[in-house]
């Protein structure tokens, strides 16, 4: 698993173990995705270029920095969306593309129901956020659906990855990085990832 990089921090593990916690309330869940994804934004972050520039401190004249390239942003909804704000606090510079994809709860198989991005994504690095990563079907169409839009740069990045969905992404995206906190041990017979945390988007949104 070459492309695999795991994220790992010790307030990732307390924040992750918060919510596998079944009991863990919807607006909690909401909370500690948020705090994880901030941590996931600076880390997927760590090779951004950057540009020098000066600035004027109260004191004197000094030199610093900006962000050398342009980042999209793109959430695959549903549950992409509860990683977006935490991504957005610590990249604000960043403009954002939407790709809505379920899986067919019977098949398995994803559905794309809606797609709007930010003009430019061939120049741009892309992060596609889906906390997610099962089966691979939905992750797998996602990026197939940005490099048809002309993406190039993508870093795939999810909470909690399945070896299943991480062989098929490899498999069909080699080119492609996935950044995961937790590898899990595999897929239940209903395509959920076990020991997981259930179905991040109904937790996130409080659906069922
Ligand atoms: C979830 C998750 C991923 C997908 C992962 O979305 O957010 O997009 O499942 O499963 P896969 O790797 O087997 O494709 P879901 O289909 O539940 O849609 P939702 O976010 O709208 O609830
Ligand atoms: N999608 C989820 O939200 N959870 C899983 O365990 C698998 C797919």
Redesign the pocket.
């Known amino acids: 698993m070459k492309n695999l990089t795991l994220i790992e921090h010790p307030l990732i593990k307390r924040d992750i173990t918060i919510l596998r916690d079944r009991d863990t309330p919807d607006p909690v869940f909401r909370v500690v995705l948020k705090r994880i994804a901030m941590i996931l934004a600076a880390e997927v972050s760590r090779d951004l270029r950057l540009k020098s520039l000066n600035v004027k401190t109260p004191l004197e004249r000094t030199s610093g920095h900006a962000l050398a390239q342009d980042v999209v942003i793109v959430p695959?909804?549903?549950?992409?969306l509860g990683l977006l704000e935490g991504f957005l606090d610590v990249i604000p510079e960043a403009r954002v593309g939407h790709i809505g994809?379920?899986?067919n709860e019977q098949t398995?198989q994803?559905v794309d129901y809606y797609s709007k991005f930010p003009r430019g994504l061939r120049k741009s690095v892309v992060m596609l956020l889906?906390?997610?990563?099962?089966?691979?079907?939905?992750?797998s169409a996602a990026l197939s659906f940005l490099k048809e839009k002309g993406a190039r740069a993508i870093r795939f990045v999810t909470l909690l990855a399945a070896p299943e969905?991480v062989r098929l992404i490899t498999r069909n995206h080699p080119d492609i990085p996935i950044f995961t906190t937790v590898l899990d041990r595999r897929l239940n017979n209903r395509?959920y990832i076990l020991p997981g945390l259930g179905?991040?988007?109904?937790r996130i949104f409080g659906t069922d």
């Open positions: 695959v909804l549903r549950a992409g994809i379920y899986r398995l994803p889906d906390p997610m990563l099962a089966t691979g079907g939905s992750g969905g395509g179905d991040a988007g109904d």
